[in-house]
């Protein structure tokens, strides 16, 4: 019986693990081919690495320019947004009873909230507002939706910082504003790390925001690029290995900071 | 006057929700000298701290070192440094940068930081810590560095908030003995904060005895113990014995139904007084003979040096002695008292008094709420002092038969009944003596009897 239950248990986790990542391995083992339809295989080659490298395809400024846009746009948003969200976490967490509690509730609707519904509010808010739309009302779309999520990783560090240390700085002759370079932020560092890293991906991925958000100058992003692209007819076939190039890249990111953060709590637990 | 450093005059601060977390604090602190804030948590000591040091503002009164004002002095540029409670250590950086964190932010130069932050390890018995990160240093060893921290600085004044709280006790007592010979090599003036009484006995020269906002007591070790000023001081400070007492004339006071020779005169002629003993002073033997009074044994413990015992006296009262010798329990024992041990205290109040509104002539309200009384023939409207005695307020479990309601704030065993402080929902104290138990913060019910209730019109001076 134990033997029997054992292996369901070990079937189980890795149908799901295969369910998780079949998609991923599709589209890896998929960019090593050169078919132009999907789920054909054509032998190896590694001819879409090469024309995706040197730009050597149909439309291929289209998908420079938009991986360009995209990420510019990450880093601008993850940063503003990590900046705006530490102070907002300080000012929420030195509020007191019932005003703190509003502000956390208030912080999480927007996390919430669907993206479609943020995506269409933020569209009709700026026209109300009569502002232009394009790479501005983008960068200003994705700092609204990832600020909750850096006040979010920078409050807990917050409540377990000695409540002190500021004081403690201030004592020893630091001014309000060296006391918080000095002290506040190193001690709050770790959740404004994960925090920008959060936001940044969030940022990456977004479709349906950017979507309303980006106006009719033609501006795109990786997400709203292919969205085009695949209504077009056929998604470029480079994008299988830029794809398997970002998901690498994510991999070796997020195991380094596990790496880290393992050695981190080693080093404190002696 | 020249060698107070610190003066803090008319000092006062209200939290809001109006509670007075200081009441006209009027204090000097002399240079060198090894002060300390002594006093049960809430009694304000940390806020008087806190001003000091720069962290809240005083509502009212100054606060003045070597003349010069202090308040309004934001903390970074006050000549002091504080050592927090729970060594409010910078986690992100080692033991050197730590100590060398004021220095560096005063720009003195690096050669100097090195050799002031290893002469500091030195002083706190450190030395070869300077690479650690602190996290990995017990809480012992981090207080130490919370102490170089503050005192590389070369304050004036040093203020400590309960620094060795949070340690367990014999690093406490190690930490204690280090602090004092720290404050005698360094000669810095000390200011620190603490609850516990014994800590402040070993290591003070002057004692603050605080309560609610208010300066019980200023003196040094020996004085505070030996010669409390109120029941709340000798309550607080050490075990003692405090009994309801009648002077009878000079250097004579009875207590326990027995009458005794005192040290003290000045008081009047049968004048109610506290008296305390402490139980040390009890002196117990097995012989009757030639004891002041007698009693029964009802526990004896061992306490290590010495035994602590409770005795239910002939008259019925309960005294806690200390003696190094153990006696039978249910055994009879004698006892005296030597003059000189006997410390009696001019009694607070002898009676409730409170402010009333007549609402007719048999109803009268205070406190809060409307108790009936015997017939006044006074009329409503009428201001009146209402007079209740403490074993006439009958406390009870069911509010919803009480006419107010207040919270046990302070507990007093008087021999052979308990006195309490009630603090109403209106903020008024009222005392009770009673022989029932009740814990402190318990929420009880107040009813008084009309014909315990006296009322005389206030003499109206419009």
């Not at chain 1, 132009?36 to 320019?65: A, D, P, R």
């Not at chain 1, 709203?224 to 190039?245: F, S, V």
Request: hydrophobic share 40%; with cysteine.
């Amino acid at each position: 019986m134990m033997t029997g239950k054992k292996l369901f248990a070990k079937v189980y986790l890795w149908v799901i693990l295969a369910i998780l990542y079949a998609p991923i391995v599709f589209i890896a083992v998929f960019s090593f081919t050169e078919a132009k339809s999907l789920g054909n295989w054509t032998g190896f080659s590694v001819n879409l690495y090469k024309s995706l490298f040197s730009g050597n395809m149909q439309n291929s400024g289209g998908l420079i320019s938009a991986v360009q846009n995209t990420l510019v746009i990450a880093l601008i948003a993850a940063s503003v947004a990590t900046v705006m969200g530490t102070v907002a976490a300080i000012g929420i967490f030195n509020m007191r009873g019932k005003k703190k509690q509003t502000m956390q509730f208030l912080n999480n609707i927007p996390m919430i909230n669907p993206d479609i519904i943020t995506g269409v509010s933020l569209f009709l808010l700026f026209v109300f507002l009569h502002i232009s739309q394009g790479y501005a009302t983008v960068i200003l779309a994705h700092i609204t939706f990832c600020t909750p999520y850096v006040v979010l990783n920078v409050l807990p560090k917050l409540s377990q910082m000695n409540p002190n240390i500021y004081e403690a700085a201030l004592d020893l002759g630091a001014t309000p504003y060296q006391a918080l370079r000095k002290v506040m932020i190193p001690s709050l560092r770790p959740g404004m790390i994960s925090g920008f890293i959060l936001s940044f991906t969030m940022s990456l991925d977004d479709f349906a925001v950017t979507f309303f958000t980006r106006g009719t100058i033609g501006l795109d992003t990786l997400s709203t690029y292919i969205y085009a692209d695949a209504r077009k007819g056929g998604l470029t076939p480079e994008l299988k290995p830029l794809m398997t190039i970002i998901f690498l890249i994510i991999l070796a990111v997020l195991l380094f900071i596990n790496i880290r953060s393992a050695k981190n709590n080693n080093n404190k637990k002696k | 006057m020249t060698d107070r450093i610190i003066n803090i005059s008319h000092l006062s601060k209200s939290f809001p929700g109006g509670s007075k977390v200081l009441d006209d604090i009027n204090l000097y602190i002399r240079k060198g000298e090894f002060l300390t804030l002594l006093g049960p948590s809430g009694c304000g000591k940390t806020t008087m701290l806190r001003m000091i040091a720069g962290f809240l503002q005083p509502d009212e009164g100054s606060i003045t070192m070597d003349g010069k004002e202090l308040t309004g002095v934001p903390p970074h540029l006050r000549p002091l440094n504080t050592v927090f409670q729970r060594y409010a250590l910078f986690p992100h950086l080692d033991v050197y940068d730590n100590i060398a964190f004021g220095l560096k932010l005063k720009g003195v130069p690096e050669d100097e930081i090195d050799k002031r932050v290893s002469k500091v390890l030195k002083l706190v018995s450190m030395s070869d810590y300077e690479d650690r990160d602190v996290n990995s240093l017990s809480g012992g060893q981090q207080q130490r560095i919370a102490i170089a921290r503050a005192i590389v600085n070369r304050p004036k004044v040093l203020l400590l908030d309960e620094p060795l709280a949070a340690l367990d006790l014999k690093m406490r007592k190690d930490m204690q003995i280090e602090l004092k010979e720290m404050h005698k090599k360094l000669g810095i003036t000390f200011i620190y904060v603490t609850h516990d009484q014994e800590e402040a006995l070993t290591l003070s020269d002057t004692i603050v005895v605080m309560n609610e906002g208010k300066i019980q007591q200023i003196g040094t070790p020996m004085d505070i113990y030996n010669e409390p000023v109120n029941s709340f001081v000798a309550d607080f400070i050490g075990e003692s014995n405090i009994l309801n007492g009648t002077m009878i004339k000079d250097r004579e006071v009875s207590f326990i139904g027995h009458d005794f020779k005192c040290v003290d005169e000045g008081f009047g002629e049968n004048a109610p007084v506290d008296v305390v003993i402490r139980p040390e002073d009890v002196i117990i033997k097995s012989k009757l003979e030639g004891a002041q009074f007698t009693g029964k044994v009802k526990s004896c413990t061992f306490k290590g040096v010495h035994y602590e015992m409770f005795v239910d006296t002939d008259n019925g009262y309960e005294m806690m002695i200390q003696d190094y010798n153990s006696f039978e329990v249910g055994s009879t024992v004698g006892m005296s008292i030597n003059p000189n041990d006997i410390q009696v205290m001019h009694k607070e109040r002898v009676c409730n008094t409170f402010e009333g509104v007549m609402k007719s002539s048999d109803t009268v309200e205070f406190l809060g709420g409307e108790f009936k009384c015997l017939d006044t023939g006074l009329e409503a409207g009428d201001k009146v002092t209402v007079t209740v005695k403490f074993n006439k307020v009958d406390l009870l479990d069911h509010e919803d038969e009480a006419i107010c309601t207040g919270n046990v704030v302070f507990i007093l065993y008087k021999g052979d009944h308990y006195h309490l402080t009630i603090k109403t929902e209106s903020g008024e104290k009222v005392w009770v003596d009673t022989d029932d138990i009740w814990d402190k913060n318990d929420l009880v019910g107040i009813n008084i009897l009309p014909k315990d209730i006296h009322i005389t019109k206030t003499a109206e001076n419009e």
